[in-house]
Structure formats: structure tokens, C-alpha cells
């Protein structure tokens, strides 16, 4: 039975005043309780519409956010989604017409429109990969005002119906307090009539009442497992089950909301960057390490504790993070900055790089500052090896031209003293020949080592004994320069180095060299070779086996700060006043090491001394003798005309007195031009060519083919001091020998023996 025909029933028992009273009251009651009922399942469904829309369409277009950083197509289902979001909020028109919140509703409307074309226009750019005017639109114009707008609107909507909420529980509670009033009034007109009726009134109407009113209470402190147990089915039951629905609707909003949390807390913790979210006092909220820990590992205990305390090794860049964050938050300026070294080694090189974006984040109505750090650790490193890369290249080309010059003087005097010690017959003076000689041919060895370092120069790779070769350094060390230092040779006799010989005696001489300038007051110089298994720092093949060549001193040592730049082309420590260094020593070591595709490791301690390892590659069969070549002997007299280019005139008048002891006619040109107007006038005379390839007018090889074009069998020996150039395959068979420059007279002898005896009908060719 209903509430009001009990009531009716108790009244009209009773008395008839009391019946006119009863029906007044509730008939009143049962309209403001109807009215309370309907306004509280209105005010509840459009509470929870309101936060919906305002949840889904926050939600998509964060993912839309995501699409557009990915520089994706908007997927199909996102698009649905827009829509209908959009959709929702237009046809809810029950918003404008009946609930409290239709005026607002109707800025509702507008701004969605207006959102819906700002969306509509981001999917246009999107479309055609405009990505980053896609990123503008969303974070100036949606992102900074549009949703904004739209979320202070529905938040306006929510208030509305929240207070439409209230007003209706105060209405009801209002009512309560008016039923027991006029209770008490019928009390005082009919005290023993509605003893009765008080009982049931109490029985029927104000414990349900106090129960609804008790569970609204709770309900407004956050207790939503709270449920009213109404025992009778009437309208106040009807009203507590109502309230009961609404408990669950918003518990389940809650657990929307928690699941959307964790979702995007799963995603946070996920992301490839590190990420640090903090106040404006620099405090932590959240931190995420990203998959490179690029901050260091960790994370649940930097919570609460502020930036430079957790890393105080960002106290060393320039910027001062406290000071960046408060201007980000009070600005919401946009900060990035690339290339930012978080941490360091002993030696000051940096061993975590990140580029940096700083911007502000808004969380339950408080301003905070996103930090998002990329790991870009890799990319800096191979930045800084191309910028030691470029430095080493400009060094090269100095190097290049010096050398080019130096290997024609060299080959002069290499020549001419060749020359002079075959008519020399004083053992004394032969001795001083052959030291000079030594001399010329470690230069020469320098000059390849120069050329090679500016990546023009020739080398070739040997099969050597290492004792053979630090044999031969050491035995040409001036006794003056290692005055007071021993050095202690411990080579293995079988092992094999594979790298061109002079680059080997050249790292070996450098190091040396180096290895006394440390050690003023005398010391000792270590130099072991051994094989042993190791692994290419650049490379994946694994272990392998290295010959590792040990230069150590007991020297002064090197701080951290010197052995960072200790392969630099011009870094020296050495008083340059005194001519005791230039910087390039080391510089030549490294080239030289890389080109024979090994590498270096440096180990240093001040006062304690510097050990150098060179781990080279090896190889099996028959090694190559390590001594420069002396003077030649006897050789075999030819006649014969031979044509001589060169624009060096040292080397040709060289050339014409060896040429002219042994037997031949020498025509000498310096250029192109004078070279062929020669070759016309003695055409018949002349037998071979001997041609510098580089020549001030030309190459060399557009020479030689000229020359063959007018006469075919022309033997052609070629002179270089580069690397060896590619001869057209046209006149290949016309080449007997190519000359390396600095050259012994032996090679040249050999050559022109050969060659004519090629002219001359014999088939063999001089080995290259």
C-alpha cells in the first residue's frame, strides 16, 4: 500500500479534521517529493552526460595528440569516436529545454561547433602529413582554447546540476522538517487521536525521512558503498532506491576513472623518454626513466625530493632549472634544448646526452612542469667523432701538400747520394753515406706516413717481424735524444704484424718520442708485443686475434683533461718556444693505427707514467725484411734514348746523371707541352718515357697516351709521389713499372733494364 493511502486511511479513522489535514499534507508532501524524485534522476543522468562528454572527448583528443607525434593516419575508429562525441552533445536538446544548465548548454553547442571544425581541420592536415601545422591547430587552438573552453563549460554545466542536486535534497529535507511541524500541530488539536497516527506517521514517514536524509549525508562525505535500506516499497522507497542507483552510477564513474588512469599510467610508465614532472619549486611528482635510463635507473624514490638534489651532476650545465621551471610555469613557454650533457666521466666526457623539452602541464587545477628528456647519447658521439674527423681532415690536407714537396726533395737527395756512394771507395765515408741514407728513408717514411694521414698517400700492407721492427727504430735513435732512458724491448720472435712497414716504424718512433718527452730526468721506456685474444671496440665480429704492441714509460702521466685531446692534430702540452713538439705526433699514431684497421687504448696516471696499446692485425707465411735498401752496386749498362718529365728540376738533373752512368741519352722536360714538342723533334731517338703523373700543366697519363697514340710500343714507366692512379686500360699494357716517390736508383735501374728488353722483344713485365 502507498504512503498517501495510509495516511488517508489513518486520517479518516481518526477524525475528519484530521482527515482534511492528512490529505493537505500529503498531497503536498507527495508533490514536492515527486518533484525531489524527478529533479534528482534528471540532475543525475545529465551529471553523469556532462562528465562523459567531458571525459570521452578529453580522452580522444589526447589520442589524437599521440596519432599526430606518431605522424599517422587518424584511424577510422577515432574518427567515429569525434563524431560521436560531437553528435551527443548536439542532440541532447532536453539540456536547453529542461535542466537547469540550459543556458549554458547553449555555449555548449557553440564551442563544440566550433571544435568540431577545428577537427575537422586537423584531420584535412593530417590527411596531407602536414603534421606539425596538425600539432599547432591541436595545442594553440583546441588544446589551448577551444577544449579548454568546452571543459570550463561543462565543468559550469556540472556545478549547475550539482547545485540542482543539492537544492533538491534540501527541498526534500525542507519537506522532512514541515511534515513533523504539522505533526506536531495535529498533535496539539487531537493529542489522543494522533497518538496513534504519531506512531505510524513515525513509522511510515520520518524514519524513512531520517534514513534518506542520513544517506545523503554520507553520500556528500564520498561514503558511495553506502546503500539506504528502505523497508517499505513507497515513494520514499522508491526515493532510496533512486539514491542507491545514483551511488552506483557514480562508483562506476569512479572505476572509469581509475581504469583511465591506470591506462594512461601504464602508457606513461612505458614511454621511450624519460620524463619528469615537477613543481614550481622544483619538487618531484612523477618520474619515468624511459628505456634508455638515460636519468640513471630508478625512480620511486625521487618522489617528493626536488631536481638537483636527485641529480646534482646537472648543477653543471649552465641553466638554472629552479628559475627555467618557475618560467614555464608562469609563462607556458615551450623550452627545448638540444644536446645536454646529464652526466660525466673521470675524463669530462660526457655518458648521457639528451635533447630536453620543458613545457607546463595542468593537474587537478594545478600548474606543473613536464621535463621530457630523449636519449640522444649514440647521436652525440658520433657528432663528436666527426667533428675530431673534420679536424684530422684539415690537418690531412696540410699534411698532403708538405709531404708531395718533401717526397721530390727526397728523392733527389736519395738519388745523389745513391750516386755518390758507388764512386765513394772509403769504407769511413761509405759509413756516413749509408747513415744519411738511413735518414733520408725514415724521412721518406714520414712523408708516406703525412701523405697517408691526409687520406692521399700510398701504403702497403706487410707481413712483418715485430722485433724486426722495433729493432730497427730503436737502432736508429739518436743516442743524444734517449740520453739517460733505457728502453726494454720484450717482443715474442714469431710475432707477425700485417701493416705497411714505414707506418709501423713511424707509430713506433712517435711513441717513443713521446714516451721521452715525459720523462725529463730520465726513465724507462717499455715496448712488448704479444698476441692476444680482444675485440674491436667499433665492431660485432667478437674476440679475434690482435698483436698488442705495449709502449710504456715511467713518465710524468697525463691528467684527464689532457688525454680527452690527446689524439687532436696541434694539442701539445710541449713549450713550443723550445721546437720540442708541434702536436702531431700522436695524431699520426692514430691515423696510422686506424688506416691498418686496428685501435688504441691509452692508460695514465699522473706521476706514475703512460702506457699506450696498439692492437694491430696479424697474419702467417714469410715476413719482409725491415732495412731500408742501400746504395746499389754495379748495375747493367743500357743505351738508348729515355724522354724525362718531371717539373722538379732536382729530380731530372738526378735522373740525367744516373741515366748518363749507366749508358743512356737523356731528353728532360718539365711540362706537357715542352714534353711533346720534344717527343716530335726526336721521334726516332726515343726509346722509353719516364713521366711524373703530376705535372704543373696536366696529368701525366694524358701524356702517355698522347706519346702511345703516336707511337705504340713506347715502354712508359711512371713516377707518383701519391698514391698509385688509375691507368686507362688502353695503354695499360705500355707501362713497365710504377715509381713510388722517394725511389732507389735500383728500382729506377731495374725498370729501364726491363722495359727495353720488353721493346726489345722479351714479353715480361716488371712486377708493380
Known amino acids: 500500500m502507498s504512503l498517501r493511502r495510509r495516511l488517508i486511511y489513518l486520517m479518516v479513522c481518526f477524525a475528519a479534521f484530521v482527515v482534511v489535514a492528512a490529505l493537505g499534507t500529503v498531497s503536498a508532501l507527495e508533490g514536492r517529493i515527486q518533484d525531489a524524485l524527478d529533479t534528482f534522476h534528471r540532475t543525475m543522468n545529465d551529471a553523469d ?45 532536453h539540456f536547453a529545454s529542461q535542466s537547469a544548465a540550459g543556458p549554458i548548454w547553449k555555449t555548449v553547442e557553440e564551442i563544440t561547433n566550433k571544435l568540431e571544425r577545428k ?171 624511459g628505456d ?88 652525440d658521439r658520433m657528432q663528436r667523432r666527426l667533428r675530431h674527423a673534420d679536424r684530422m681532415e684539415a690537418t690531412g690536407t696540410l699534411a698532403g701538400g708538405i709531404a708531395h714537396d718533401f717526397n721530390n726533395l727526397l728523392t733527389s737527395a736519395i738519388g745523389t747520394m745513391t750516386l755518390l756512394g758507388g764512386q765513394i771507395k772509403k769504407e769511413s765515408q761509405n759509413d756516413l753515406i749509408q747513415t744519411a741514407l738511413r735518414a733520408c728513408w725514415q724521412a721518406a717514411g714520414l712523408s708516406r706516413r703525412l701523405l697517408n694521414f691526409a687520406a692521399g698517400g700510398y701504403h702497403r700492407l706487410q707481413l712483418l717481424r715485430m722485433a724486426d721492427v722495433v729493432e730497427y727504430v730503436v737502432r736508429s735513435l739518436d743516442e743524444s735524444i734517449i740520453r739517460g732512458i733505457s728502453i726494454v724491448q720484450e717482443c715474442d720472435e714469431d710475432v707477425l704484424v700485417k701493416a705497411d712497414k714505414d707506418q709501423l716504424a713511424q707509430i713506433i718512433l712517435n711513441l717513443v718520442h713521446n714516451a721521452r718527452d715525459a720523462m725529463p730526468d730520465g726513465g724507462e721506456i717499455r715496448i712488448e708485443a704479444q698476441s692476444v685474444l680482444a675485440e674491436h671496440p667499433e665492431s660485432r665480429d667478437g674476440e679475434k686475434v690482435w698483436i698488442r704492441i705495449t709502449v710504456s714509460d715511467t713518465g710524468v702521466g697525463m691528467t684527464p683533461e689532457v688525454k680527452t685531446r690527446l689524439f687532436e692534430p696541434f694539442f701539445t702540452t710541449k713549450v713550443r718556444a723550445a721546437h720540442r713538439g708541434r702536436g702531431l705526433g700522436l695524431a699520426i699514431v692514430y691515423a696510422s693505427v686506424r688506416n691498418a684497421g686496428g685501435f688504441i687504448q691509452v692508460d695514465s696516471q699522473v706521476g706514475v707514467g703512460t702506457t699506450f696499446r696498439i692492437f694491430m692485425q696479424t697474419g702467417e707465411g714469410e715476413p719482409e725484411p725491415v732495412e731500408p735498401p742501400e746504395y746499389i752496386g754495379p748495375v747493367q749498362m743500357g743505351e738508348g734514348t729515355v724522354l724525362v718529365v718531371d717539373d722538379e728540376p732536382m729530380i731530372i738533373e738526378m735522373c740525367q746523371q744516373a741515366l748518363r752512368q749507366w749508358g743512356y741519352s737523356v731528353i728532360s722536360a718539365a711540362t706537357i707541352s715542352d714534353a711533346a714538342d720534344l717527343f716530335d723533334e726526336h721521334f726516332d731517338a726515343i726509346q722509353l718515357a719516364l713521366i711524373d703523373i703530376n705535372l704543373p700543366d696536366g696529368s701525366g697519363v694524358v701524356l702517355a697516351q698522347d706519346l702511345i697514340e703516336l707511337k705504340p710500343d713506347l715502354p712508359i714507366i711512371f713516377a707518383t709521389g701519391f698514391s698509385d692512379t688509375d691507368v686507362p686500360e688502353a695503354i695499360d699494357a705500355n707501362v713497365c713499372a710504377r715509381l713510388s716517390k722517394p725511389f732507389a736508383l735500383e728500382e729506377l735501374a731495374q725498370s729501364l733494364s726491363a722495359a727495353l728488353k720488353q721493346e726489345a722483344g722479351d714479353d715480361s713485365k716488371p712486377s708493380e
Open 49 to 93: 552526460e556532462v562528465n562523459r562528454y567531458r571525459i570521452s572527448i578529453r580522452t580522444h583528443f589526447d589520442l589524437l595528440v599521440e596519432v599526430i607525434e606518431q605522424r599517422e593516419p587518424v584511424p577510422d575508429d577515432l574518427r567515429r569516436a569525434f563524431d560521436d562525441d560531437f553528435r551527443a552533445i548536439r542532440n541532447s536538446d
Open 292 to 379: 634508455t635510463h638515460v636519468l640513471g635507473g630508478g625512480g620511486e624514490d625521487r618522489i617528493g625530493r626536488r631536481l638537483l638534489e636527485v641529480w646534482p651532476e646537472w648543477r653543471s650545465d649552465t641553466r638554472d632549472w629552479y628559475s627555467l621551471i618557475r618560467k614555464v610555469i608562469t609563462s607556458g613557454q615551450r623550452i627545448n634544448a638540444p644536446d645536454i650533457a646529464l652526466r660525466h666521466d673521470e675524463n669530462g666526457e660526457p655518458l648521457a646526452t639528451a635533447d630536453v623539452v620543458v613545457y607546463s602541464v595542468e593537474y587537478d587545477s594545478a600548474r606543473y612542469v613536464a621535463i621530457i628528456l630523449r636519449d640522444v647519447t649514440e647521436r
Open 119 to 289: 577537427t575537422t581541420r586537423c584531420f584535412a592536415l593530417i590527411k596531407e602529413s602536414q603534421f606539425d601545422e596538425a600539432r599547432t591547430v591541436v595545442e594553440t587552438r583546441i588544446k589551448g582554447d577551444l577544449l579548454d573552453e568546452l571543459a570550463a563549460a561543462l565543468y559550469s554545466a556540472a556545478d549547475v546540476l550539482t547545485d540542482t542536486w543539492n537544492a533538491s535534497v534540501r527541498d526534500l529535507t525542507t519537506t522532512g522538517n514541515k511534515v513533523l511541524i504539522l505533526a506536531a500541530v495535529v498533535l496539539v488539536f487531537a493529542v489522543g487521536l494522533l497518538g496513534v497516527g504519531g506512531w505510524l506517521m513515525g513509522k511510515w514517514l520520518i524514519v524513512p525521512i531520517t534514513q534518506l536524509r542520513d544517506a545523503t549525508e554520507r553520500f556528500s562525505r564520498g561514503e558511495l558503498d553506502f546503500r539506504v535500506n528502505m523497508k517499505n516499497q513507497d515513494e520514499l522507497g522508491a526515493l532510496g532506491s533512486a539514491m542507491n542507483s545514483m551511488a552506483e552510477h557514480l562508483t562506476a564513474a569512479q572505476a572509469d576513472l581509475h581504469t583511465s588512469e591506470a591506462k594512461y599510467r601504464t602508457l606513461f610508465e612505458n614511454l621511450r623518454d624519460a620524463v619528469v614532472i615537477c613543481d614550481g619549486e622544483g619538487t618531484i611528482i612523477e618520474c619515468h626513466d
